[in-house]
């Protein structure tokens, strides 16, 4: 179980900002849908998929955006002992099971 004592502080790239404004428009509404994804990540980061095994591994993480969109995205970020740095957010493609 994670240190939840011992919070990682969240680190927004500029990609990141922008990908997400290009996802929700209103800058009010776009910090309430990620804040849950903050406080989530903050306190254990490992709830995502890793999918690098670089140093510092990138690390995937599913989500919707329920209010409006209904759409699922994925948050692509990176996190070391200190932070968690949220690098991209994309809408997912979704398609049809072969």
């Known amino acids: 179980m994670p240190n939840s004592s011992r919070l990682r502080q969240i680190v927004k790239t ?15 509404e776009a910090d309430d849908f990620i804040e849950a994804v903050e406080w989530s990540l903050a306190r254990n ?10 140093d510092p591994a990138v690390w995937f993480l599913p989500m919707i955006e ?4 209904k759409k699922p995205l994925f948050l692509l970020y990176t996190f070391d ?16 099971p072969n």
């Open 14 to 28: 500029a990609q990141f900002e922008l990908a997400l404004r290009n996802i929700i428009e209103n800058a009010r």
């Open 45 to 54: 980061p490992r709830i995502g998929q890793q999918m690098t095994t670089d």
């Open 66 to 69: 329920e209010q409006r969109l």
């Open 81 to 96: 002992s200190e932070r968690v740095v949220f690098l991209h957010i994309h809408y997912a493609l979704v398609g049809e």
